[in-house]
């Protein structure tokens, strides 16, 4: 997160509003990933080749390495559903992704070292802004990745599996709050 922010904010924003555009598309993002691990990076065209045409335009921030921060980000956003892709995209367009990461950390801090399937409630104060369709949109998010939702009700059972799917998530979160920021 800190290399990320050392960015220049025109490069952040490339790399969130292609990133954004590519959500969705499996084939697009996995092409990226592919061109990201090459030497000397490889060609593409639409939104996975503008962000090779950032990283390869200035060599100021070359030192940070920034393809390994968006290889993380491809990675993370992988492991992820489709279904969440779309939830992803909704979430930033009702400006909530920041919200939906101060809740997914509040089930993760508590919860990681569980290594069985136990009731929790999410925090009402967390619930709060997430009202209507970013509350669906939330839940769904967190239902995608193994948990047990049911929306009117702030109780759920935290289930092992669903450590990877919830880690990524917030990983997610955290990195498009931060370009979304920037």
Known sequence: MEALAQLPKDVQDAIFHNILAMLGDRGALQD???MLEQEPLGHLNGPGGTILNELQK???YLWLNPKYLILYLLEAIMV???IQ?????QSKENRILFHQRELVRSILEPNFSYPWNIP???KPELLAPLQGESL???YGLLEECGLQMELNSPRSTWDLEAKKPLSALYGILSMLQQLADA
Request: charged share 25%; no cysteine; aromatic share 4%.
């Open 58 to 60: 200035d060599s100021r």
């Open 85 to 89: 892709h779309d939830l992803l995209a």
């Open 120 to 122: 929790f409630t999410l």
């Open 136 to 138: 669906a949109i939330t």
């Open 32 to 34: 990226l990933m592919d």
């Open 80 to 82: 992820l559903s489709d």
